[in-house]
């Protein structure tokens, strides 16, 4: 074979993979950018029709994984590999490696009893699993928590969905459990008086349901008193501190004791 044979036989081959190489190219750069503006068109549209964020979350990686394996058998295709073959090897694959995988195939199930029961949603605080923070985002294997002073706590759906879950967040308004000390030699109901007084000018406390302020038990150092106000759900912690520092600022001022634990000792002699 000559060199202009070669040439005549080899040139139109290089040009038609060449073209074949650009043409892929191009599909491979459109389909990720059909992917992209499906995804934000997708995201947009459940969000106006106001669908819980936990479910745009979980939609939203669902779709990405199974467009972009679309586009990968496409463009295998393209390219002269037999697909058919590979579906069924990836299903038996599939079927393998599921069993491998067996946790992660419950977070997913997981992820999915989360989204349709909703014990919470994002934005919510809620506590589970030892740990508690606001719920930031319910992806498919896992729910990401941001804790109060800063971390991000990942958990896997699995483990969430079979687990005692407390949301803070599912009713608008809290009750506020406190309880206060005071001597047995004090003025109990003066006690009681300025504890209601500050209840009374604290405005963040509601009206209904009214708070309650009553002795709750006889100790062995006091007499304890309990301080139980209902708030709004958002204003829990800072009405709490308040409330406890004025108290204590209160009964200090009007002469009450604020006792500690006491021990007496009676000693025999000889």
């Known amino acids: 074979m000559t060199f202009n044979n070669f ?26 950018k059909v992917i992209s503006f499906g995804r934000k068109f997708l995201r947009k549209a459940m969000e106006r029709s106001n669908i819980d ?57 997981g992820g999915i009893l989360i989204l349709v029961l909703k014990p919470f949603t994002v934005g919510d605080y809620i506590s589970a699993c030892g740990c508690e923070g606001t ?27 079979n687990s005692n879950i407390v949301n803070f967040s599912a009713n608008k308004t809290r ?14 109901k003066r006690a009681r008086t300025i504890i209601e007084e500050i209840l009374n000018q604290e405005e963040r406390v509601l009206k209904e349901p009214s708070y309650v302020v009553a002795v709750n038990e006889l100790g062995d150092s006091g007499i304890t008193i309990l301080v139980r106000p209902w708030v709004q759900t958002e204003d829990y912690w800072a009405v709490r501190w308040s409330v406890l520092e004025r108290i204590h600022d209160r009964l200090n001022e009007e002469g009450i004791e604020i006792p500690f634990p006491q021990m007496t000792i009676h000693m025999e002699e000889g």
């Open 7 to 32: 040439l005549e036989d080899a040139v139109p081959k290089i040009l038609s993979a060449g073209m074949s190489l650009i043409w892929s190219l191009a599909f491979l750069f459109i389909g990720l």
């Open 53 to 109: 964020t936990g479910v745009v979350q979980f939609l939203d990686a669902f779709v990405k994984i199974s467009a972009y394996a679309v586009l990968i058998l496409t463009l295998m295709a393209r390219f002269g590999i037999q697909t058919t073959s590979f579906i069924t090897l990836l299903g038996s694959a599939g079927v393998a490696i599921g069993l491998s995988l067996q946790g992660s195939l419950a977070n997913f199930a």
């Open 135 to 161: 719920v930031s985002e319910i992806s498919l294997f896992a729910t990401t928590l941001h804790s109060a002073d800063n971390r991000n706590v990942v958990l896997p759906n699995g483990t969430l969905s």
């Open 175 to 188: 009750r506020v459990d406190m309880s206060v000390d005071v001597g047995y030699g004090c003025d109990l």
